[in-house]
């Protein structure tokens, strides 16, 4: 698993769609687990779904699956309306939460469990080389007859990888696959789900509410809240171009600032804060004048700075220094602006020297850097 | 507490403990132990009625346990497909007849079978060809099945239902997910997991209808079961014989309720 080398990333996931949601809610009595879900995955790409536990991510999941027949609106495989299509007729594959293998089959028999029910049937021998070729994929030669039960977390779960993918799906759904594993392994595991969607060309739709391994794997990802899909993109564009605090807050860290816009210019927006304080920063989508927002700033995109003398930059005291290694994360507070995290490299403590708690610095940013963002 | 505990169980075991001490009795008397032999099991064995009766309760568990055990799943695995008051009505009565004595169970069994013949055996006369003796409708072999069958079914379900509501779901749905048929999962996933359940509730079945004197008693008919022999011939007085018979009856289902156990018990373990 470690010397799994890195796969590039192939040509642009093609435009084909695959799978369309259009207008899809659920309801399960009261609750609302999906709300007008509108999203179109592409032929090829790795697409995430990412949002706080509860959001609906596994709803919108086994509603591609065939689980649950959505209350409104049309899932689509292939441009053909699936929404009464049972699971056991769609072209796709679930790698489910808890692995959901089979305790009373080996390991070739719970991969090959897809492969058996195929009508017309398929010889054993073509069975057995499938299997075959997808147990050395996951790397699992050799445990052929094993039972699962013998099995570690970290081979039960390539175990159910392999079980999916062997019957090579239009759509392989992945319902938290790493959340049960251990962080080392949960890393390696990143790396070889991603290198395994590069090199088989499966489209992957993944569930998570870990924000990094989003960041770390997909194309696209899916940002959702209480059932409603509140911003698709890269994941450059999602850290780069948040839609709104939410979104903000959930791809990255991010200090906020809330105020209210008091000016609006052809590239640059001025928002005042409650203490008065007045910020310029650029909008992401449309802004008002008058409306209530909040300034976003990356601890990256701040910079400190000892010098005293100068004038631009808020004076602050460092109240609080974590060091990382390549990077220092300081915990600095301003009178005005309260305490806010800057993430500074290590070059800018070799050449300022290390900042103590306690010192007095100016923290200085571009106006570029700071995004007013709906406080939603 | 525990002095009292075992005055209980000294109680109800040691009666059994002296049936089968007694059964090795060499004389022949029930009450006077006179050196140890095997010879009353001999006897026991080669006494025709005996063996008869021995033949009609065990052909008539091993029915009855098997057609509990079919209905008794199939019952089972529809309760675990619906919900709500249907549901709950049908979870309270199988809990009630479970646990309804046995003597009730016989009675009404009795009258309602009575019932049913008495209504039917006119129509059946009245619709039989002319010249042919028209057949009646009587207690015997199969009311004695059918009334087994019918209590042992309950069993089977609360054994079997627990068993199902124990396993994951998410195991057939990655069934149906991997393109096998609702009827395919069943058979691939669902009935090998249920299996032991299964074979549990059948030993646990057999082991009831061939100890079962009540039920038998109202609804046998003519037919003698091995309870019912027993019953007979403690009239003419306790002899060594019916305590070989009571032992060996004993045993034979002292293992069936072991086996039973540990299926349920390996069972559970796998399913984790
Ligand atoms: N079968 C169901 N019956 C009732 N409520 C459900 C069911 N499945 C999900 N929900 C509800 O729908 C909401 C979304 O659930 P889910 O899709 O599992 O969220 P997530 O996977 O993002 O944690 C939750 O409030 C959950 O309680
Ligand atoms: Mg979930």
Redesign the interface.
Known sequence: MTDAGYIPESDQPSDTIIAELRSVSKHFGDVVAADNLNLSIRKGEFLSFLGPSGCGKTTALRML???EAPTSGDVLLDSEVVNNL????RP???V???Y?????LTVEQNIG??LR??RPRLAKPVIAEKVRKTLELVRLDGFEKRRI?EMSGGQQQRVALA?AIV?EPKLLLLDEPLAALDRKLRKEMQIELQNLQRSLGITFVLVTHDQEEALSMSDRICIMRDGRIVQIGSPRDLYDQPKNRYVAGFVGTSNFFDGKVSGTGRDHVSVTLAGGLILEGVAVGDIANGQDVCVSVRPEQIRLNRSPDKKEGFPVTVSNRIFLGEHTEYLVKHESLGEFLVLTPRQTELNDGPFNTGDTLLASWDPGAALILDRA | MRLYAIFVYMFLYIPIGVIALFSFNAGRHASQLQGLSTKWYGIALSNPFVMDALETSLVVAFISATCASLFGTMAAVALQGIKGPVRTAFDALIYISVMIPGIVIGIATLIGLVTIFDQLNPLIVAIWPNGIEPPQLHMGFASLIAAHTLFLMALVIIIVRARLSGMDRSLTEASSDLYSTPFGTFRQVTLPLIFPAILAGFLLSFTFSFDDFIVAFFVAGSETTLPIYVFSSIRRGVTPEINAIGTMVMAVSLIMLVTAQILLRRGERRNK
């Open positions: 699956a065939g689980f049972e699971a056991h007729r796709v594959n679930m489910f939460q808890h959901a293998l089979f305790p009373h469990y897809g029910q195929q039960w079980r019957n």
